[in-house]
């Protein structure tokens, strides 16, 4: 069974970078046709789709944070890593990691199968 755990600072400042990393078992990241996210739920809305590393390591990042995300890996660890730049307070959220398997990264978070239990992150100063 496929497990995934978030893990990273529940306080950020302003201005500074979120870094988090979701530590999976059960299933290698490398395993073909499986794909990586990252989704946050911020207080009172909906779930927001971040981006995902594919089996391949290619990413997909949502276009409205694009230019302040970034997703990585480490296959020996089996990890993957967001970073978000540049945070303020309207990044506050409970942030989870999920899979999800074949087809193409998706915002629809119906598409996966696996979650973390999900982390708060506040951003504050």
């Known amino acids: 069974q496929v497990q995934l755990q978030e893990s990273g600072p529940g306080l950020v400042k302003p201005s500074q970078t979120l870094s988090l990393t979701c530590t999976v078992t059960g299933c290698s990241i490398t395993t073909n046709d499986y794909y990586w996210s990252w989704i946050r739920q911020p207080p009172g809305k909906g779930l927001e789709w971040m981006g995902a590393?594919?089996?391949?390591?290619?990413?997909d990042y949502s276009p409205s944070r694009k230019s302040r995300t970034s997703i990585s890996r480490d296959t020996s660890k089996n990890q993957f890593t967001l970073q978000l730049s540049s945070v303020t307070p309207e990044d506050t959220a409970v942030y989870y990691c999920a899979e999800a398997f074949g087809g193409s990264p998706s915002e629809d978070s119906s598409a996966y199968t696996n979650w973390g239990q999900g982390v708060q992150v506040t951003v504050s100063s």
């Open positions: 590393i594919g089996s391949s390591g290619r990413t």
